[in-house]
C-alpha cells in the first residue's frame, strides 16, 4: 500500500510557474513508476507526465512538453511538477500516482495508487 498526498496547488495568473508536490508513505517509493495526471471539469482524468522509478526517464503529454517538468527525490519519498508559462486550459485537479512498473506508465489503468488531488486554476 502506498499513500500519496498533493499539495502545492492555488490560483495564479496565465504566464505564473507552480510547482506540485506529492508525498508519498507506505511501501518503497523508489520501485514505483510515478506520474501527475489532471482533471478538469466534465473531462476525463488524463495523463500529464510521467517518469520511472530511477527518474531516467520521463514522458510528457504533448499540452505541457516544454513548459513542465517532472521529478522525483527517492532519498525524501517525494515527487514534483514544476509548472512554467501556466495557460488557463491547465485549470483542472492534479493527481500524483503510483505504478508497480519497471517502465514508464503512461496510461491510467497502469496505476495503482492515487492521491486526492490538488487544485490548480489559471486565470487569464
Known amino acids: 500500500q502506498v499513500q500519496l498526498v498533493e499539495s502545492g496547488g492555488g490560483l495564479v495568473q496565465a504566464g505564473d510557474s507552480l510547482t506540485l508536490s506529492c508525498a508519498a508513505s507506505g511501501r518503497t517509493f523508489s520501485r514505483y513508476a510515478m506520474g501527475w495526471f489532471r482533471q478538469a471539469p466534465g473531462k476525463e482524468r488524463d495523463i500529464v507526465a510521467a517518469i520511472t522509478w530511477s527518474g531516467g526517464r520521463t514522458y510528457y503529454a504533448d499540452s505541457v512538453k516544454g513548459r513542465f517538468i517532472i521529478s522525483r527525490d527517492n532519498a525524501k519519498n517525494m515527487l514534483y511538477l514544476k509548472m512554467n508559462s501556466l495557460k488557463p486550459e491547465d485549470t483542472a485537479v492534479y493527481y500524483c500516482?503510483?505504478?508497480?512498473?519497471?517502465?514508464?506508465?503512461?496510461?491510467?489503468?497502469?496505476?495503482?495508487?492515487w492521491g486526492q488531488g490538488t487544485q490548480v486554476t489559471v486565470s487569464s
Open positions: 500516482a503510483a505504478a508497480d512498473s519497471i517502465t514508464i506508465a503512461t496510461t491510467n489503468s497502469l496505476y495503482d495508487y
